[in-house]
């Protein structure tokens, strides 16, 4: 029993299951069909962002650029299927690309100069924030063709919503490379002992750029995914990650040192937020509270995090 | 068969010449203790070897062919692998990964294949006799078996040179003694083995020979241990000279204790300690490493809770809930590790010297001047010979020796009454070091409580009144010093064993 | 390194001095807002009108104090996500007090330092208690604080302040010198001070360089690092409070979503002005430069009807090249010894 407990999930997931049931009893409307479809919508997009920020937890870094990257991607996966006609396969490979790219610069600068990634990726922020509003004048792109527009919101079947597919392919991807790749391993070895690490002879530069092009590239399908959601190319996308990426990871029993992350409690993080945000709805509370739950639960999961560290640490000098 | 030969080597630091034409031989198939006191240039030899450091001159070969690491990972490739005393291993890891840490794959995307690293690993504990499943997280195992499973890192890089940095250090005996079963193994394979360690008995129990630092030069240069005796190696580390105290015992002085544990026990895992400092006493407080002695002194300085017993300054019951409060009391500390713990690298001479004397400086709103604190602090300063450029100049600058008066001016300028002074000559040299000892003297005389925390024995024989020496967390005894080094380290050894010494 | 010994210490260091002058944060700074303040005014009409000043002045008082503010935390080596949040907080509890509850001003303008003295308080225990690095704290926070804050105010502005407010923000000495910079300038002289000459502000150095040491010599760490956060507090509220009086309003958006606008203009100055990220080293001159800086380059940019967005992503790269020359720079001193 004890051992079961000491998965990370296991915990968030327990939370999970009594709020489902709580709200459905006090709110039935809450498991109808369409709430359902909304819902796994939302958990779908934020958990591709709360992946984007895990890896960068991994590693023991934070990236403040997260959002930014998203925006960019966004906008510039419309605008080039508007303006220039491309079709949107060729555009979702750009996008990628852009990700991908910057993530990678990113995480070069950070490697190379050694300067702390807070601060590196908040001028990487407002870098990619500033083109981004540079090129759209904070307009948004209206252009989005109707497969993207489909995608977005229609179903598979029932209540399943197709963009549930790039979210399973990105968590079950990600799961694998924590787990058994030689990538995720390295990722988790730095953030675990930099040093051990090092004198190990692992290449620290070219792991931490993988992180980061890895965040990039997750931030990259989670932009294009708000467009398909949101049916318009808005240049506030990613504008409000910042907090729910932390959250969710940390819900989920990141140790934000690093070294060590968990993928399913992540997904039952990114679940909790989302069923509490549309609880909120439902039971007509104003919206902005749903900040003031994000800084509680934050704040509730680092103290839950904190004091199973001081157990596991008694624990084993009890042995 | 000669495995490693260090020819010559020198290595300045500023201010320091850390080693001195240094030369060492390790041969494959026998076990090469490295000895020396704190500061001898142990550690500076070992970085050198493995690449962390650039010799200034000099030459390293191993099996006949020049080599010069640039860094560990160099060292580990070519076949020198180090166990170092911090542990350096991912312990959320499984104890395969770690061991093969860098062959997880042959590219970034490789799939880890977990049932290959667990055969592969499996391998070396076996030849470690190390009967624990490869895929057992290493959080899980105990310090003895983390210590077991990175040489066995070390040994699956084919290290066919394995240095060990005090490898015993957190070890108990039964534990130290498995791990020499397994360094005798690797030895009979032929690995060349060096073996630095601080505890003699162990040196002659498992090493064949010897090379011996004294103030970065060799006091022995790769010496059959058969041909040497107990004496003869302390000898070779301290010095002849320096056996001979050139203090007398002083008499006792009659005051009653300013500072006294009554059956004190701390969170940190003390356990009944009880000892008493008079006013102009000095106290040793001796123990190997790992005995409980610097966690002691910050226990009673209010970092670990106190959970039983009594603490008295002055003759009366007092709490102690912070260092702060300490220092009220007229108590203070000298860390042993003056760059984390001891001094504000970063700032200047006189913000460290005047940092315990700030509040009592300042005006009724908390004002105060530069020049205030330089009044107060530039005397004790002056006296304790400081030599820096300037009052304003930051510390990191000075030299080992400079910093640790600075770390001990700033008790005297506040004006404490018990000094606990923790390894007061770590890393700094001769000429400072007989500095502070006098300066300890003069402390005592003018009627200072001093407690003396220090692993070098002859400093403890040449320093302390009286020493009380601690194994285990506990107080084992109390030892009278009348100088003669020979029946006070007999004492105190007699004591830490249990047991009569022959 | 001639060695001196102590008989002979001279209070002040010596030789050296003119590189070690030549490669400050401060001296470069200088260099560069002087650069760039004579092309601007040579090339662009009207960058030295009167007004032209009076609002660069302006904008120099807010950013410096909302970069102070961030910068009395980066002193214990974390930093405070928050600041935007506590800002705009306390200019909206200033609102409330000064139209809704008739406070005078003398009254209501320290209740809401003093409220965001007391959010920072919040923020400190829980740095402190919790033993957790401020990032995740003040993310917390920030979130946690301007919740509340929308859902007190449902987002309504207070434009109905007494026309002091108004009426102060848009004073001018000498035709061009903005009141909100005098009072920055006095907040600076003030933080020099507190740094140099105060225990409180030494030991909150000490702690913020190395909390181990500064607490084995007597120092109790735990309340220094929550009075730094305090101080973030109230010197955030006051930089809130500027911005109502330029406004001549509380705005509930006035520093974006959850307050992170203020962000960037944050770092950016103590940054630009040599404090070091890992703690335990303070410029506040450098900070005021910092901030004049990015104004002045703002204000230029502008002016040459460069987009403003674009110079969102300008500033960006400022951060980037700030903190890389840093490092060059120390390399640099680092190689002669000189720190």
């Known amino acids: 029993m004890n051992r079961l407990f000491d998965n990370d999930w296991v915990g968030p997931a327990l939370v999970c299951l009594v709020a489902v049931v709580g709200i459905s009893i006090l709110q039935p409307s809450f498991l109808s069909p369409f709430n359902i479809l909304v819902l796994l919508s939302a958990i779908a997009v934020n958990m591709v962002i709360a992946l984007g920020q895990l890896v960068i937890i991994a590693i023991g870094q934070m990236n403040l650029a997260l959002g930014a990257f998203g925006g960019l991607v966004a906008i510039c996966f419309v605008a080039v299927m508007e303006l220039y006609g491309v079709p949107p396969v060729i555009a979702l490979l750009i996008g990628l690309a852009i990700g991908t790219a910057a993530g990678a610069a990113s995480g070069f600068v950070i490697a190379r100069t050694g300067i702390s990634a807070f601060i590196i990726t908040l001028a990487g922020l407002q870098i990619f924030k500033g083109i981004n509003l540079g090129i759209t004048e904070a307009q948004p792109f209206y252009g989005v063709p109707q497969s993207v527009k489909d995608f977005g919101n229609h179903a598979i079947f029932g209540p399943i919503p197709w963009l549930i597919v790039p979210m399973i392919i990105a968590s079950v991807g990600m799961w694998y490379l924590f787990n058994r790749l030689r990538i995720g391993r390295y990722i988790l070895a730095v953030g675990g002992n930099r040093t051990a690490a090092e004198l190990s002879g692992i290449n620290i530069t070219a792991t931490i750029i993988w992180a980061h092009a890895i965040s990039g590239l997750l931030a990259a399908i989670a932009g294009m995914m708000l467009v398909a959601r949101l049916q318009i190319g808005q240049p506030t996308i990613g504008d409000d990650w910042l907090i729910s990426s932390f959250a969710a990871p940390v819900i989920g029993g990141a140790v934000l040192a690093g070294g060590h992350v968990s993928v399913a409690g992540t997904f039952f993080g990114v679940v909790i937020i989302a069923i509490i945000t549309q609880a909120l709805v439902l039971f007509a509370i104003d919206p902005f509270v749903v900040q003031i739950v994000l800084g509680a639960l934050i704040l509730w999961a680092v103290g839950i995090n904190r004091y199973r560290e001081i157990r596991v640490a008694k624990l084993n000098e009890a042995r | 068969m000669t495995a490693l030969k260090v020819s010559n080597v020198s290595k300045s630091f500023p201010g320091v010449k850390a080693l001195d034409a240094v030369s060492m031989t390790l041969t494959g198939g026998s076990v090469h203790a490295l000895l020396g006191e704190n500061g001898a240039g142990k550690s500076t030899l070992i970085k050198i070897m493995t690449g962390i450091h650039a010799a200034d001159q000099g030459e390293i070969t191993m099996e006949g062919r020049p080599v010069r690491f640039a860094n560990p990972r160099q060292a580990a490739a070519g076949g020198l692998g180090v166990v170092h005393q911090e542990r350096n291993l991912v312990t959320r890891f499984s104890v395969a990964e770690n061991i093969m840490l860098d062959r997880l794959g042959a590219n970034s995307l490789s799939r880890v294949d977990y049932k290959a690293l667990a055969a592969e690993a499996s391998r070396w504990l076996k030849q470690l006799d190390l009967d624990i499943d490869p895929m057992t997280p290493v959080s899980r195992l105990s310090v003895a078996q983390m210590q077991l499973v990175e040489i066995g890192k070390a040994l699956s890089l084919q290290s066919r040179v394995l240095l060990l940095d005090e490898p015993t250090a957190s070890l108990t005996p039964s534990e130290a003694q498995v791990l020499f079963r397994i360094l005798r193994k690797l030895r009979d394979d032929g690995v060349a083995i060096g073996f630095v360690s601080h505890k003699l008995e162990e040196v002659f129990d498992i090493c064949d020979t010897v090379t011996v630092l004294r103030d970065g030069k060799n006091a022995c240069d790769s010496q059959p241990l058969k041909t040497l005796n107990r004496d003869d190696v302390v000898k070779m580390m301290i010095g002849r000279a320096e056996r001979i105290s050139r203090r007398a015992p002083r008499p006792q002085p009659a005051a009653p204790p300013f500072f006294e544990l009554r059956d004190y026990s701390s969170a940190a895992g003390h356990e009944n300690v009880s000892l008493s400092v008079r006013p102009g006493e000095i106290l040793g407080l001796y123990g190997l490493v790992g005995a409980g002695r610097s966690e002691l002194a910050k226990a009673v300085l209010g970092l670990a809770r106190q959970t039983g017993g009594e603490i008295r300054v002055g003759g009366k019951p007092v709490k102690i809930g912070s260092v702060a409060e300490a220092l009220d009391l007229g108590v203070g500390y000298v860390s042993e590790d003056r760059k984390g713990e001891g001094l504000i690298l970063l700032h200047s001479v006189l913000d460290n010297a005047g940092i315990t004397v700030w509040k009592s400086l300042a005006n009724a709103l908390g004002f105060l001047r530069d020049g205030t604190v330089a009044q107060k602090v530039g005397p004790v300063l002056r006296k304790l010979e400081v030599k820096t450029p300037s009052l304003d100049q930051t510390i990191g600058n000075l030299s080992g020796g400079n910093q640790q008066k600075v770390s001990v001016a700033k008790w005297i300028a506040a004006g404490v009454k018990l000094l606990i002074i923790d390894e007061p000559s770590v890393g700094i040299d001769i000429k400072t070091k007989a500095y502070l000892h006098d300066l300890i003297h003069e402390l005592a005389e003018a009627g200072t409580a001093v407690l003396l925390i220090t692993s070098d024995l002859t400093e403890m024989v040449d320093v302390a009144d009286r020493v009380a020496v601690m194994d285990d967390y506990r107080i084992e005894g109390l030892v009278e010093n009348d100088r003669n080094y020979e029946r006070v380290s007999t004492a105190i050894m007699a004591l830490i064993h249990g047991r009569e010494a022959a | ?339």
């Open chain 3, 1 to 339: 390194m001639t060695d001196v010994t102590a008989d002979a210490m001279p209070a002040r260091r010596q030789g050296s001095g003119l590189l070690r002058l030549l490669l400050s944060n401060e001296f470069g700074l200088a260099v560069l807002i002087a650069v760039a303040f004579g092309t601007f005014a040579l090339t662009l009409p009207g960058f030295t009108s009167p007004f032209s000043l009076f609002t660069i002045g302006r904008q120099i008082g807010i950013d410096t104090m909302i970069g102070l503010a961030m910068m009395a935390v980066i002193v214990t080596g974390g930093l405070d996500l928050s600041v935007g949040a506590i800002g705009v907080c306390a200019a909206m509890v200033f609102g409330w007090l000064a139209q809704a509850m008739g406070v005078p001003l003398p009254i209501a303008v320290p209740m809401a330092i003093l409220f965001g003295a007391s959010l920072g308080f919040i923020n400190g225990y829980a740095v402190v208690r919790s033993g957790v690095h401020s990032f995740i704290i003040t993310l917390a926070s920030m979130s946690i604080f301007f919740g509340i804050m929308i859902f007190l105010t449902k987002a309504q502005a207070f434009n109905q302040l007494p026309p002091e407010v108004t009426q102060f923000g848009k004073t001018r000495l000498f035709g061009m010198v903005s009141v909100l910079l005098v009072i920055t300038l006095v907040v600076c002289v003030a933080l020099s001070i507190f740094y140099r000459f105060t225990t409180l502000g030494r030991q909150m150095l000490a702690a913020g360089a190395n909390p181990r040491a500064a607490e084995l010599s007597g120092i109790r760490t735990g309340r220094v690092i929550t009075a730094c956060h305090m101080l973030t507090g109230a010197l955030a509220a006051l930089a809130g409070l500027m911005l109502t009086a330029r406004t001549g309003a509380a705005v509930p958006s006035m520093a974006g979503h959850l307050g992170q606008d203020w962000l960037l203009p944050a770092f950016l100055a103590p940054v630009l002005g040599g404090t070091l990220l890992s703690g335990g080293r303070v410029s506040v001159i450098g900070t005021l430069l910092g901030a004049a800086f990015v104004t002045i380059m703002t204000s230029g940019l502008l002016l040459m009807r460069v987009g403003e967005f674009w110079i969102l992503a300008c500033l960006g790269l400022i951060l980037l090249a700030a903190v890389l020359t840093d490092r060059l720079r120390q390399g640099v001193l680092r190689k002669r010894g000189l720190i």
